[in-house]
């Protein structure tokens, strides 16, 4: 009977010792499950950061290149302006000097309108000129706005005069009134006040 007894408590304890034993062998299976998922994770992030740093270096690349182009093209613009301002403000300087020689010789009265347009034309577009130097300020907003005393209303007429055949020749009459009241000298700048009104050819 005894021995009955003990072999039922080895078998009892056999079996707790199977049972802890698979139970061990269930938890380190669920283990190294985890452990292969999570370094299977790090693998596919490392790969997907590995493909992410290389597109941003190869957008890098290319706004480097862009940033190159516009550089260039920006260098190649300004010395187009220097050019072409150079080549435009010669013959101008021409215009204006013999403009200015023929009003000092005392020229007829009807030709006297013509020269005075022709003169402030030319100084017009001298100025114009050195106003497209500027684009690279313009562009960034940095117009610089001149405050000087001129007087308006020979400006005005000025205007009148380089523009009156304009007007003639679409059959329109360019008439100028002026107000009394308004000064003669004005403080402000004459060239974009100028360009306002050219603006509407």
């Known amino acids: 009977m005894k021995a ?3 072999m039922t408590k080895e078998y009892e304890a056999q079996q707790k010792t199977n049972k802890f034993a698979k139970l061990i062998s269930i938890l380190a299976i669920a283990l190294i499950t985890i452990l292969s998922l999570l370094s299977l994770s790090l693998y596919k992030n490392n ?3 590995s493909q992410s740093n290389n597109i941003l270096k190869e957008k890098n690349f290319e706004l480097q290149i862009a940033k190159d182009n516009a550089e260039k093209a920006s260098k190649a613009r300004a010395e ?5 301002s150079h080549e435009l403000r010669t013959p101008l300087n021409a215009i204006n000097g013999i403009t200015h020689l023929l009003l000092e010789d005392n020229p007829k009265p009807n030709q006297l309108h013509y020269l005075n347009s022709l003169k ?3 100084n017009y577009l001298l100025t114009f000129i050195n106003e497209i130097l500027e684009i690279n300020r313009i562009e960034s907003s940095n117009i610089e706005i001149e405050y000087i005393n001129f007087n308006i209303k020979q400006l005005l007429l000025d205007i009148q005069n380089s523009m009156t055949e304009i007007a003639s020749n679409n059959n329109n009459k360019f008439t ?3 107000d009394e009241n308004i000064p003669e000298i004005v403080l402000g700048d004459p060239t974009k006040l100028s360009l306002k009104y050219y603006q509407f050819d």
Request: charged fraction near 20%.
């Open 47 to 49: 790969i997907i950061r």
């Open 120 to 122: 402030f034309s030319g």
């Open 80 to 84: 187009f302006l220097s050019t072409v």
């Open 176 to 178: 100028l009134e002026i």
């Open 4 to 6: 009955i007894e003990q």
